[in-house]
């Protein structure tokens, strides 16, 4: 699992990248800054590969940032979403899981309410 100082420093290189949006160009080479031509953050010209592969490889450095940030986000909605759903389990079960005959006893109570849900 990625821990915070990882997603800290993860979240340092993508502030001090060059700002986006990022677009790649129409030939595939060329990754710009702010759809600016003369912003060049990379350019792939002489890289390995035919021009479609020219293409993917564009596409996905000019995506990059806005997609880092996105699973950033998405990984720190997921742990707190994780949290809450800990706290509300140990609020209304309490800390009484020490053995396997509690956990044990609360799958038969969780199994006996989704029959009768499901009966429902």
């Not at 792939?44 to 986000?73: M, R, S, V, W």
Request: with cysteine.
């Amino acid at each position: 699992m990625i821990d915070e100082n990882r997603i800290a420093e993860i979240e340092g290189r993508l502030a001090a990248a060059t700002p986006g949006p990022w677009t790649g160009s129409l030939c595939g080479e060329e990754v710009y800054a702010h759809g600016d031509v003369e912003a060049v953050v990379a350019d792939l010209c002489g890289t390995i590969g035919n021009d479609k592969q020219h293409e993917y490889n564009t596409e996905f450095i000019a995506n990059a940032p806005t997609d880092i940030a996105a699973l950033i986000k998405a990984l720190k909605d997921a742990r707190a979403k994780l949290a809450r759903a800990e706290k509300a389990f140990f609020d209304l079960y309490g800390n009484n899981f020490d053995s396997s005959e509690g956990w044990r006893e609360l799958a038969d109570e969780i199994e006996a309410r989704q029959a009768k849900e499901a009966k429902s």
